[in-house]
């Protein structure tokens, strides 16, 4: 049975970090493309960042660009989302979502239940 579970969603102040975590089973993180989703309150949810199944080539949204990090652990099967400069308007429930393909699409085979990421100015 695969599933995705993400940890690590906090309250954080304006200009910190935090990293977020993303443990799945019932699939090799390294055969599919993984990224993080976000939604925020009264927005459509969009992708924030995807690392490729084929290569570790990753994406990230120009929101993010230079302030995310986005990394995969195939030994144990994580993904991870390191998130520095935090900003409000990165407030979200972040999820991770998972793909049999090269790349990240909006509709992802596979989705966690989200972590709740809140920056306080």
């Known amino acids: 049975q695969v599933q995705l579970v993400e940890s690590g969603g906090d309250l954080v102040q304006v200009g910190g970090s935090l990293t977020l975590s993303c443990a799945a089973s019932?699939?090799?993180?390294?055969?599919?493309?993984m990224g993080w989703f976000r939604q925020a309150p009264g927005k459509e949810r969009e992708e924030v960042s995807c690392i490729r199944n084929d290569a570790e080539i990753t994406h990230y949204s120009d929101s993010v660009k230079g302030r995310f990090i986005i990394s995969r652990e195939s030994a144990k099967n994580m993904v991870y989302l390191q998130m520095n400069s935090l900003r409000p308007e990165d407030t979200a429930v972040y999820y991770c979502?998972?793909?049999?393909?090269?790349?990240?699409?909006?509709?992802?085979?596979?989705w966690g239940e989200g972590t709740l990421v809140t920056v306080s100015s």
């Open positions: 979502a998972a793909v049999g393909s090269e790349i990240c699409i909006p509709n992802m085979d596979y």
């Open positions: 019932g699939f090799s993180v390294h055969e599919y493309a």
